[in-house]
């Protein structure tokens, strides 16, 4: 079992920056890669960015340029940087986990972001 715990949400005007973090503990060894994926509302879940163990990233083309993924394998917790967020940004926003044995996914209780003036 894996846990994670999300924090760094909050309302940032348009243009502003915010950083979350992804606490995870448990059998942290057993789950690679690790993300973010957001759910605005009256949308579906959706992938934002993800690193693994060895530090390759993935973005979503909406996110790129704008955002960064990191990780420090050493404290088992994970970020995201968010720069020049927009209105569109405005999610909750989930820290994922994936076993890399079973392919099961664990979830964070998830961040609620909003971007508004």
């Known amino acids: 079992q894996v846990q994670l715990v999300e924090s760094g949400g909050g309302l940032v005007q348009p243009g502003g920056s915010l950083r979350l973090s992804c606490a995870a503990s448990?059998?942290?060894?057993?789950?690679?890669?690790v993300g973010w994926y957001r759910r605005a509302p009256g949308k579906e879940r959706e992938l934002v960015a993800t690193?693994?163990?060895?530090?390759?990233?993935n973005y979503a083309s909406s996110v790129k340029d704008r955002f960064t993924i990191s990780r420090d394998n050493a404290k088992n917790t994970m970020w995201l940087q968010m720069n020049s967020l927009k209105p569109d940004d405005t999610a909750v926003y989930y820290c994922?986990?994936?076993?890399?044995?079973?392919?099961?996914?664990?979830w964070g209780q998830g961040t609620l972001v909003t971007v508004s003036s």
């Open positions: 994922n986990a994936v076993n890399r044995a079973s392919g099961f996914q664990f």
């Open positions: 448990g059998s942290v060894f057993s789950v690679d890669p």
């Open positions: 690193i693994t163990r060895g530090g390759s990233t």
